[in-house]
């Protein structure tokens, strides 16, 4: 009885440690200050023994008294300072990712990279009134002015967003069996041309239509009306790797299957549906028709789903799903480009035009909070 009381006593950290073997509790460890090293079993002699064996040039440095007492003080506080400075870069990683956020805000709405500094102005303004009663006001207030936004900063952080998109859509297009490219060029306000070109793709159960780049033709001035480049939809011979046998044979076995049958006869109930829902809601409200689900979603979904025996078929769907339809993405590209060069004043870098297009036609969101996490340590 006696024995396991003292070794219950012994599984708790005792104060001293700290100034005799530099040793601190963490989370219910016993931590080593000089080392970061960790002592399972709080046992006074574990923590000796490591200290003895580990440190002996401190042990002798600093003998046991005073002198040992004042040193492990200095390297308490040292290592407190440092944890202090941790929560500081840690609180920076809000505002980095909050400065993303800001200047995503800033291009999708149009603005110039100058609007950064107005809207800091603004907000601090706004916040001063909205919440002078919070007991935490001033720490509000000081994660405000501290948020980077300068018109460099959020010049240097839309970059690094549609750096990040571009990464995501060539990830997508490597990964899809097929995809179409619509190129198209135009006139900006300068009258100098630009070359728009436009992907279309299956991500998953996602068809996507993404503005991979805006490129200025240097030196030319050409008129001509648009072209788009995509699949002939009458012949199965431009679908690489199909053959004709295969796709007659799985389209007889689809038409045999009443499983197959039925669910393609829901998925058309389920596109009519949705075209009268889209016909109602062009009526009264166009922002009821962004709510619905998109019909390449559900057609897209079914021919994922069918099994293997059908994998011809069910190429051959993608394949033309990844078609483009309409010249729709291109013409809202350049009414885009047409917008961003008129507000900037065409006083934009290629770089930069190629980024504010990239982010206001893409439907990737860009993970700021990926891209400002290895930043944390730059800024100190
Ligand atoms: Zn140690």
Request: aromatic content about 8%; overall charge positive; hydrophobic content about 35%.
């Amino acid at each position: 009885m006696a024995k396991r009381k003292k070794d219950e006593e012994y599984r708790t950290f005792q104060d001293e440690w700290t100034e005799e073997f530099t040793f601190v509790e963490r989370a219910g460890s016993a931590v080593c200050l000089i080392c970061n090293d960790k002592i399972a079993s709080m046992k006074r002699s574990n923590v000796k023994r490591h200290f003895d064996t580990r440190h002996a040039t401190f042990a002798s440095k600093y003998p046991a008294g005073d002198s040992r007492k004042k040193a492990c003080q200095e390297l308490l506080s040292r290592v407190q300072a440092s944890q202090q400075q941790l929560r500081v870069w840690t609180r920076q990683g809000d505002c980095n990712s909050a400065s993303f956020a800001g200047s995503l805000a800033i291009v999708r709405n149009g603005k110039p990279f100058t609007d950064g500094e107005y809207a800091k102005t603004f907000m601090l303004d706004v916040a001063n009134e909205l919440f002078g009663d919070l007991p935490n006001k001033d720490k509000i207030i000081k994660q405000i002015q501290d948020m980077p936004l300068s018109a460099r900063t959020v010049h240097d952080r839309i970059i690094m967003m549609a750096n990040q998109v571009e990464e995501t859509q060539v990830k997508d297009i490597n990964a899809a069996p097929f995809f179409s490219l619509a190129l198209d060029e135009s006139a900006d306000v300068s009258h100098l041309s630009q070359f728009s070109v436009i992907a279309r793709y299956a991500a998953g159960d996602t068809l996507r239509e993404e503005s991979l780049a805006v490129l200025p033709i240097k030196g030319s001035r050409v008129h001509h009306p648009s072209n788009e480049c995509s699949l002939n939809t009458a012949d199965l011979s431009y679908i690489p790797g199909v053959s004709i046998r295969d796709f007659e044979a799985e389209v007889a076995d689809l038409k045999a299957s009443d499983m197959w049958v039925n669910k393609f006869k829901s998925l058309n109930e389920d596109l009519e549906r949705i075209a009268r829902q889209k016909e109602l809601a062009s009526k009264h409200m166009w922002t009821e028709m962004k709510k619905l689900q998109p019909e390449d979603q559900l057609i897209i979904k079914t021919w994922n789903a069918l099994p293997v025996t059908y994998h011809t078929l069910q190429r051959v769907s993608i394949a033309v799903l990844t078609m483009f339809g309409s010249t729709y993405a291109c013409e809202q590209s350049f009414s885009h480009l047409k917008n961003i060069k008129s507000n900037l004043r065409s006083r934009l870098t290629d770089e930069s035009l190629n980024a504010c297009m990239k982010l206001n036609l893409t439907k990737y969101q860009p993970d700021y909070k990926a891209i400002s996490k290895p930043m944390q340590h730059q800024v100190y």
